[in-house]
């Protein structure tokens, strides 16, 4: 029913979106309030939220603002509000990031926003290394979100974050991408991912596991 009810959504919006780190240019490009979109079909619950919502499009991100700069405190909000008990939107979430110098002006963020981020929250993180399907597949099946920095092809012409979420029966990836309700209502290729990713291997990137540290899931 929370899929259905989000592919309602997905077919009245009509958007007109660019690729890459800036991805929103003014109000006139924001899009209606989606409401509370939660994604139920991987082994864990996530709250959706979109950088391009417009209670959130306009807000600041340093000097930025989070329609066009915002993927890594939208993508980190899912992350942290899926995991804990507290609910963080990508407003208050770009605040902290900002704050706790994660912010790259024109740029988006560090890429230490995510182990920082894990860390602030009281979740576990870990860079991957083995980047093979096997692997993405186990790391979704074991109840952990994976932070994937996605380089030029279906998800951006330059940089942008999105948040792995799970993995079907037929072993294709789920995603929240905070940039567009339409690509996270798609099934994707593990290896189509992969393949994607950004070259960019600071502070372990470009893929990362979180989980709850509380659920000692560590494989």
Known sequence: EQKSLAEDYAQNLSLFLSDGMFQYTDGSHSIPSLGDIRFTDGA????????????????????DHIGGYGCGPTAMAMAVSSLTDEI???????QWAYEHHYWASKS???LSIVQGTAEAYGLQS????????EALRSALLSSKLVVA??????????????????????????VADPNSTERSLTVWDPQLILDE???????????????????????
């Open 44 to 63: 864990t619950e996530v709250i959706y939220f979109n950088q391009l919502d417009e209670r959130y499009a306009g807000e600041p991100y340093g000097t």
């Open 88 to 94: 963080v939107d990508p407003a208050a979430m770009a």
């Open 108 to 110: 988006g963020s560090y």
């Open 126 to 133: 870990e860079s991957m290394t083995d980047y093979t399907p």
């Open 149 to 174: 920095l996605m380089g030029p092809g279906h998800f951006t012409q330059n940089g942008h974050f999105i948040l792995l979420r799970g993995i079907t029966l037929s072993g294709e990836v789920l």
């Open 197 to 219: 990713l950004s070259s960019n291997t600071a502070s372990g990137g470009p893929l990362w596991a979180v989980w709850d540290g509380a659920s000692d899931t560590t494989s």
